[in-house]
C-alpha cells in the first residue's frame, strides 16, 4: 500500500497518496504496534504529501509525532531522528520562518557530523540549509 501511495505521491495525486499513507498507517499499527520505525516513515510520508498540499499546521503534527517517535526508538543521536529534525526545519524554511528551521538545520547538521563525519552529502546539505537560513 505504501508503494501504491508513492506512486500517486509522485504522479500528484496528493489526495489519493495520503489515503493510502492513512490506510497504510492503521494497517502497520495493527501489525507491528505504535512504537516501530516503519510507524515513523507512515508519519514521515503523510506529513510530506500535507506539505505538499499547503497544510502546513498537519504537516509539523506529523513531522513532530515522527521525530518523537524517532527519538523513542534511536535516542537523540541518530541518523533518523536526524532525519526527521530536518524535515521539520524544510517545512518551516519553505513557510519562510527561517528562524524556526535555524536551529533545526544546525541541529540536523551536527547528528548527521557526530554520526557520519563532516563531508557527508546528508551533514553538507543541512549545513547549506541552515547558511541559508542565515541569509
Request: hydrophobic share 40%; glycine share 6%; with cysteine.
Amino acid at each position: 500500500m505504501n508503494n501504491l501511495a508513492n506512486v500517486y505521491q509522485s504522479m500528484g495525486d496528493n489526495q489519493r497518496a495520503l489515503s493510502l499513507y492513512e490506510e497504510a498507517l492503521v494497517t502497520t499499527v495493527g501489525i507491528v504496534g505504535r512504537d516501530h520505525e516503519h510507524v515513523a516513515s507512515e508519519l514521515n510520508n503523510m506529513a510530506l504529501v500535507n506539505k505538499r498540499m499547503g497544510h502546513f499546521d498537519k504537516a509539523a503534527e506529523l513531522y513532530k509525532e515522527s521525530l518523537d517517535l524517532r527519538v523513542r526508538l534511536y535516542g537523540k543521536q541518530s541518523p533518523e531522528v536526524a532525519a526527521s529534525i530536518y524535515n521539520l526545519g524544510s517545512l518551516f524554511a519553505q513557510k519562510g520562518e527561517r528562524l524556526k528551521a535555524l536551529p533545526l538545520f544546525e541541529k540536523a547538521a551536527a547528528i548527521y557530523t557526530e554520526c557520519f563525519g563532516p563531508g557527508h552529502p546528508d551533514t553538507k546539505d543541512a549545513a547549506r540549509k541552515a547558511d541559508r537560513c542565515r541569509v
